[in-house]
């Protein structure tokens, strides 16, 4: 997941340096409410967020996550999952 987010972003990085998102007469860091041409309202939003120059992702984006306790309920304990898990674990220390 790391790599992919990595060339996602560094092709972001090459479409915005090559101008890809820039359109004639439209400011990405103005509002979309303020914006008075129909042409430039219309690309607001792929300027917004594919332009990695005036992206806020990197702000907005929680890189720490700490999951609550017990957030999908109790854990559960199965003998026959167990057991299940003991054969497949002898079976692949006598295969190797």
């Not at 092709?11 to 303020?34: E, R, V």
């Not at 017990?70 to 674990?89: A, D, E, H, K, N």
Request: some cysteine.
């Amino acid at each position: 997941v790391p790599l992919g987010v990595a060339i996602t972003w560094v092709y972001a990085s090459l479409l915005t340096a090559s101008g890809a998102y820039n359109f004639k007469g439209c400011d990405p860091n103005i509002p979309t409410s303020n914006i008075l041409y129909e042409a430039c309202r219309k690309h607001a939003i792929i300027m917004k967020h594919c332009r990695t120059d005036v992206s806020d992702a990197w702000r907005t984006s929680a890189w720490f996550r700490i999951p609550y306790p017990f957030q999908w309920g109790l854990p559960t304990f199965r003998l026959r999952t167990c057991m299940i898990m003991v054969v497949v674990s002898v079976i692949a220390s006598v295969d190797s």
